[in-house]
């Protein structure tokens, strides 16, 4: 079974501290930020989506969205705020699910695995090719 931990804290509240040690402990950490501002990049739908709902002028010359003019609207507009959310929640939560899925899913190729018989405990399933 999966073993997932979600983190969250305000600002200053030290939880990119916690997150540095659970990366050198070799933790995989899936960092929503990170995430939130891939999805709006402009090869991504949640790109197009954005720019047709609040318009060309929200870009800058390299076409990636500029982050102030956006945030000057959304901050004065609740309800152009939840329209961007509307947008990006669904496109973050989908990555974080395949990046979740991606370390979630792991074959471990031990051509002697049931020879040996040490690890097929720790597996939740195995796969004989033949």
């Known amino acids: 079974t999966m073993f997932l931990v979600g983190l969250s804290g305000g600002i200053a509240s030290g939880k990119s501290t916690v997150v540095a040690i659970l990366r050198e402990l070799g933790c995989a950490v899936i960092d929503a930020d990170v995430i939130a501002?891939?999805?709006v990049q402009p090869h991504f739908a949640a790109h197009r989506q954005i720019v047709r709902c609040f318009g060309p002028e929200i870009l800058?010359?390299?076409?990636?969205i500029?982050?102030?003019a956006l945030?000057?609207?959304i901050f004065s507009h609740p309800e152009k705020r939840q329209l961007l959310n509307s947008i990006t929640?669904?496109?973050i939560q989908k990555e974080m699910l395949k990046q979740i899925l991606k370390y979630f899913?792991?074959?471990?190729d031990i051509p002697l695995l049931f020879e040996t018989d040490r690890l097929t405990k720790f597996m939740k399933y195995t796969v004989l090719v033949y």
């Open 37 to 39: 501002r891939e999805v």
């Open 105 to 108: 899913v792991l074959v471990l």
């Open 71 to 73: 945030g000057n609207i």
């Open 60 to 64: 800058l010359e390299n076409g990636e």
């Open 89 to 91: 929640h669904p496109a």
């Open 66 to 68: 500029n982050r102030q």
